[in-house]
């Protein structure tokens, strides 16, 4: 399985980004999705998941309000549109796929992908 993030870049405070992560896999509709991020110096921390059929989303509080996840399954791909950002969503956001929902909300994903970088300046 492959998943390639993209959509990162430089945005100022208060702006919006939509990052896009593509699977191979034909069985993409089957795994629930996730975005995770890490910042320097930090650990990943989650930061929303979606159902395999897009019907249950997750959240965390830091993402509430202000990112949306969802996904296109007849594109094997999922998104993530982020408004108002803050500098401290600076991080590197990564994509991944999970067979078991509550390993999902868990962070316990089967397949990571390369992520993508994204720069929020104050």
């Known amino acids: 399985v492959q998943l390639q993030a993209s959509g990162g870049g430089l945005v100022q405070a208060g702006g919006s980004l939509s990052l896009s992560c593509a699977a191979s896999?034909?069985?993409?509709?089957?795994?629930?999705m996730g975005w995770f991020r890490q910042a320097p110096g930090k650990e990943r921390e989650f930061v929303a998941v979606i159902s395999w059929g897009g019907g249950m989303t997750h959240y965390a509080d830091s993402a509430k309000g202000r990112f949306t996840i969802s996904r296109d399954n007849a594109k094997n791909t999922v998104y993530l549109q982020m408004n108002s950002l803050k500098p401290e969503d600076t991080a590197v956001y990564y994509c991944?796929?999970?067979?078991?929902?509550?390993?999902?909300?868990?962070?316990?994903?089967?397949?990571w992908g390369k992520g993508t970088q994204v720069t929020v300046s104050s």
């Open positions: 991944a796929l999970a067979s078991i929902w509550g390993a999902a909300l868990k962070g316990t994903m089967d397949y």
């Open positions: 896999r034909r069985t993409f509709s089957s795994y629930h």
